[in-house]
């Protein structure tokens, strides 16, 4: 498995978690990360002097900069030195696994040779390259507390009228562990802003927001499905975070991880959806709300032979996380690579970054207000959010110089003339001195290249005579400064003086050969 990078949001949402109290372990999980490295940016958060005491105020983009310049491993293939010992004795490691032994006992028996690796190293080792895999027997497990645990899945319910034609409708379906009360959220849509749309309704039918949240691994909230350690978007991991729920995806293409809510999909679909007639996705989405609440949640379930509702209002309901005031901005996490305008593009829209970023490729984090642009966890710049097709440019960003041209600034570019002398000054102001002044930025380009050819003060006489004869063109100063070269060429060195040959014929010989001729 190659090398990847924790990005600045797990980092985050690791120091977060140990602030408030968790251990390595559960902050780890809670980020997405392993446990050994939660362990490694926590460490380098306690040396440059994060304190428990201290809150999440200390969290600022600067220190988690410098967390992650400290803490990021250098791994250019990909892989730790632990890794590297494994190779060196994978057939040893294939054949234990051929064997029957258990990764625990493989590294029982590497630590006997001296070869000590830590165990998520070896677990993913064995999975990989030696055929490793688990063998379990499915059991029932035991139903977690209440208000702890929420279950999640996506469920195909069938055609729904959309204007004039129909499309497939998905159901986002919600299922209390402990209760088993239903929320189920239609949508024509998987995508990231849908799945939020549907959390957020979720935490408004329940009034309060669950602990833990168990989906699939769905590519909405996961960028990297893995049944270890998965990849989790930046932007629903951020969402997480502020709604103060902790994400434990189930394993890919285990279904027993989320029991609870498998066999509900198919409740939904056959007791709620088949045989009905729905007049668009409003309809379908407050009906579905009413059936949640008056149908699946007074049944008598099966398995706990209670009312759903009834158990939630009574049980669940009282120690829910507090339900969300505002509605979440949504972010859009980007990788833009700096062109060489020192622009990235973000939502079809321009933003200037340091030039000495040219060619890179950073993590831009665009909401409804700002953007912000991180190189390696550092944030290196913020912009006020544009529409598409515009664009925010910082004159701070453009190398020494060029800030000028970049931002069309007329009235720099006549101070940058004056100082080379009243007259560059003034011939430089008249040439500016048009209804589009822009375009006439590139004469006194040309003008500024004259002076440094030539001299400023030669550049300032040649722009004196030019004034005074009225005559406002850089290729008139151009060939008076050429000419004034020339005369003092002239006046230096003698007329050259012209040598008769020796054999040379004289003219009028070749003028009686004409006349015979004729």
Known sequence: MAFREVTVVQVKQVLRGWLRGEGERTAARGAGVARMTAR??????????????????????????????????????????AWQKLLGVEDEVKQWV????????????????????????????????????????????????????????????????????????????????????????????????????????????????????????????????????????????????????????????KPTDKPR???????????????????????????AEAWCRDTAGMRVHGTTRLRPLEVFLAEEQPLLLPRPGEPFDVPEWSAPKVHPDLHCQVGRAL?????????????ARADSRTVKFYHRGELVKVHPRQAPGGRSTDQADMPPGKDIYATRSVEKLKAKAEAHGPNVGAYAAALLASPLPWTKMRQVYRLLGLVA???????????????????????????????????????????????????????SEFAVVKAARR
Request: proline share 5%; charged share 30%; net charge neutral.
């Open 453 to 507: 050819k030539w001299g400023a003060e030669r550049a300032d006489r040649a722009c004196q005579r030019a004034l005074e004869a009225e005559a406002v063109d850089v290729n008139l100063v151009s060939r008076m400064l050429e000419r004034a070269k020339e005369a003092a060429a002239g006046a230096k060195e003698p007329a050259p003086v012209l040598v008769q040959g020796r054999f040379a014929r004289d003219p």
């Open 98 to 253: 051929e064997d029957g032994l258990t990764v625990v006992k493989v590294g029982v028996l590497l630590r006997r040779q001296g070869i000590e690796v830590p165990d998520r190293t070896l677990a993913r080792f064995a999975v990989q390259r030696c055929g490793a895999g688990r063998r379990r027997q499915t059991v029932r497990v035991d139903d977690p507390p209440p208000a702890s645990e929420a279950q999640v899945d996506f469920g195909r319910l069938g055609l729904v009228p959309d204007g004039d034609k129909q499309r497939v409708c998905w159901a986002l379906v919600f299922t209390a562990c402990y209760s088993r009360h239903q929320f189920v959220w239609p949508t024509f849509s998987q995508k990231l802003d849908d799945l939020i749309a549907g959390f957020e309704a979720a935490w408004a039918f329940f009034n309060g927001v669950f602990a833990v949240v168990i989906p699939d691994q769905m590519k909405a909230a996961i960028e990297e499905a893995d049944n270890i350690s998965p990849r989790f978007n930046d932007t629903f991991l951020e969402y997480a975070e502020s709604r103060g729920f902790v994400i434990d995806p189930a394993r890919i293409r």
């Open 351 to 363: 933003y200037s970054v340091p030039y000495r970023l040219v060619g890179q490729r950073l993590k």
């Open 261 to 287: 809510v498998e066999r509900a999909v198919q409740y939904v679909r056959k007791n709620f959806f088949a045989g009905e007639h729905f007049r668009d996705l409003e309809d379908v989405r407050s009906r």
């Open 40 to 81: 490694k940016y926590i460490a380098a958060a306690v040396e440059l002097g994060l304190d428990r005491s201290g809150g999440e105020g200390q969290l600022t983009d600067e220190l988690i900069g410098q967390i992650c310049e400290r803490a990021r491993p250098r791994r250019p293939e990909g892989h730790g030195e």
